[in-house]
T-cell receptor
């Protein structure tokens, strides 16, 4: 069945780049999304990429898509303390449902 | 931010009692969703609605029912709450479920429900 997988934790030093990885199983996915969840809040849409693109840049965020390997990544440049959150990868599957990964908790070291 | 309000934001109740959570939207979106979020499981879809009085089950619908009598309101009911239903519940909305168009879901701030 459809599945989206992410590593659970990532720790980076403030000012470094963070790279959060995601793999998915549905080769028919159209849109892929990254959401950010801060403590006590809901999921906030950060960015998206369409399946016919391989890269999308939006200020400090860069999304890379390797459709052959079904691998999606989110790079955050110059990571700040305000970037501490849980990041969810999600795909729009062939069943017209959005499937979410389990989330990657990003923590920032001073 | 999308106009989505969940109520209550926090609730503590006892096993066996009925509980209703409310989601209210001001965006006039057709689709509304209820998810639960648990450690290690991410978000799991409970039920969703594709219009007034039109609902369907998600992957974890057992023990839950929903109702949608107006476009703006989507209610989630636990008829007889159990401790396994302790979780954080999120409502989401979207304009469509058409995977050919960019129609992401937008989320409320969640309801933290504890069942003792």
């Amino acid at each position: 069945g459809e599945d989206v997988e992410q590593s659970l934790f990532l720790s980076v030093r403030e000012g470094d780049s963070s790279v959060i990885n995601c793999t998915y199983t549905d080769s028919s996915s159209t849109y892929l999304y990254w959401y950010k969840q801060e403590p006590g809040a809901g999921l906030q849409l950060l960015t998206y990429i369409f399946s016919n693109m391989d890269m999308k840049q939006d200020q400090r965020l860069t999304v890379l898509l390797n459709k052959k390997d079904k691998h999606l990544s989110l790079r955050i440049a110059d990571t700040q303390t305000g970037d501490s959150a849980i990041y969810f990868c999600a795909e729009y599957s062939s069943a017209s449902k959005i499937i979410f990964g389990s989330g990657t908790r990003l923590s920032i070291r001073p | 931010d999308a106009g989505i309000t969940q109520s209550p934001r926090h609730k503590v109740t006892e096993t066996g009692t009925p509980v209703t959570l409310r989601c209210h939207q001001t965006e006039n979106h057709r689709y509304m969703y209820w998810y639960r979020q648990d450690p290690g499981h991410g978000l799991r879809l409970i039920h969703y609605s594709y219009g007034v009085k039109d609902t369907d089950k998600g992957e974890v619908s057992d023990g839950y029912s929903v109702s949608r009598s107006k476009t703006e309101d989507f209610l989630l009911t636990l008829e007889s709450a159990t401790s396994s239903q302790t979780s954080v519940y999120f409502c989401a909305i979207s304009e469509s479920m058409d995977r050919g168009t960019n129609q992401p879901q937008h989320f409320g701030d969640g309801t933290r429900l504890s069942i003792l």
